[in-house]
């Protein structure tokens, strides 16, 4: 573990001692989201790829000194990351590029990728000695952090946009969490969660307000580099709502850099619901900020019109000549089946989006047949089985016959 050596505004470059540090930039406020940064000269000594080879913890811990944990001891005891990096090779001959690689993310503890973000903040907060987090979400976020804390001892106060799906709510209370069904939409439930926290001096486990949240998410790349033999994808795809996990994906490539474990940085795709477009529409647009409007898509986990994280996310497309693309709901539900079909993996709506992100790229061709592709699936499909019953036809109904069997096969 690594006590950071600055924490620096993404905006206005101001820099923080870590144990001063405010959530956010005090000149900037809340657009003013902060860089997690290390004493990388002293640490490629010890981190480094023969470490790691070395190495056999399978999950992001192994990550450590690049990881802003204090104290051992604060580690969740559930394994976070080390996810299957799938090669997919008829999908890659399919659409034309010369290696297709999937992320399945949905495999981590609650079923998203948001469950990196979690571990390390429940340790940050056993770190300070808190004994509430709290946060708001439209679903996997919350999930995630209401397993680490009841694992850890800690009490957990959700804040959820009332049309999340059961399934995630469900595991709310499964986990013991607090959980508040906010009447309206993400900034409806980020507003009352933002001034609860500061009333009830909770830790705030909001990954866009936090800067050691995005830290765990950076982990994510720096396994598709490890899993690769450290030869980076030419293009990697994600979905996007706040902000956080593109950001997370640009973090950990350039943290990799630092340290000399890679040479290069892939070209970063961020894909949004055609009806939660914002970060699209301000890179499309070449504005330096974001215009924050309503969402409206089924994808509830990137269904964010007022991103807080903005400003990473588009750093991670523009600093590393990426692309932002949008996809209708339609094309997100026939992503679903294709996905799973072809690789095994089964994503929830928001995880195949980054699929049907690719796909579309793939068809405009905007890919080459030699590019090396990989795409994050972040959160697993039985998060939401209403919207994935909306993609596929219904089971057949038939009597213990085997002539109607017989008959309804077409036989």
Excluded at 205 to 226: D, F, H
Excluded at 301 to 306: D, E, N
Excluded at 320 to 338: C, K, Y
Excluded at 378 to 392: E, F, H, M, P, R
Aim: include cysteine.
């Amino acid at each position: 573990m690594s006590q950071p050596s600055v924490l620096k505004c993404v905006l206005c470059g101001k820099e923080y001692e870590p144990s001063t540090a405010p959530y956010t930039c005090d000149q900037c406020g809340l657009d003013g989201t902060l860089d997690v940064l290390y004493d990388y000269p002293r640490l490629k000594k010890s981190l480094h790829r023969a470490s790691l080879e070395a190495d056999s913890t399978p999950s992001l811990w192994r990550y450590g000194p690049v990881l802003p944990v204090i104290r051992d001891t604060s580690i969740p005891p559930l394994q976070v990351g080390w996810t299957p990096l799938y090669k997919a090779r008829r999908l890659a001959e399919s659409y034309g590029v010369r290696e297709l690689f999937i992320k399945d993310d949905g495999r981590n503890p609650t079923g998203s990728l948001k469950d990196r973000a979690s571990a390390v903040g429940v340790a940050k907060a056993l770190d300070l000695g808190r004994d509430v987090v709290a946060c708001s979400s439209t679903g996997n976020a919350a999930s995630s952090l209401s397993g680490f804390a009841a694992v850890t001892g800690l009490k957990s106060v959700i804040f959820v946009p009332e049309r999340a799906p059961q399934a995630k709510v469900t595991q709310l209370l499964v986990y013991g969490a607090s959980v508040l069904l906010v009447k309206g939409d993400y900034a409806d439930a980020f507003r009352l969660a933002t001034a609860a926290i500061d009333k009830f001096g909770w830790y705030n486990r909001n990954c866009a307000i936090n800067p050691y949240l995005v830290e765990g998410k950076k982990t994510c790349a720096m396994e598709i580099a490890e899993q690769l033999a450290w030869d980076v994808p030419d293009k990697v795809f994600i979905s996007v709502g706040d902000g956080c996990c593109i950001g997370g994906l640009y973090k950990g490539f350039g943290d990799l850099m630092e340290l000399g474990l890679t040479e290069r940085m892939p070209r970063i795709f961020g894909v949004q619901a055609e009806g939660s477009k914002p970060i699209y529409e301000a890179f499309k647009a070449g504005a330096e900020k974001v215009t924050f409007t309503r969402a409206a898509t089924l994808a509830d986990s990137i269904s964010v019109g007022s991103p807080r994280n903005w400003a990473k996310a588009l750093r991670a497309v523009r600093r590393t000549d990426g692309d932002m693309l949008t996809v209708t709901d339609e094309e997100i539900l026939s992503a679903i089946p294709e996905l799973a079909r072809s690789t095994g993996v089964f994503g929830e709506p928001a995880g195949a989006t980054a699929f049907a992100g690719f796909r579309k790229a793939a068809q405009s061709g905007a890919l080459s047949s030699g590019d090396r592709v990989a795409v994050v699936v972040t959160g697993n499909g039985l998060k939401d089985i209403a919207n994935a019953q909306k993609s596929v036809p219904p089971a057949l109904s038939v009597a213990p016959d085997l002539a109607e069997l017989e008959s309804k096969l077409g036989l």
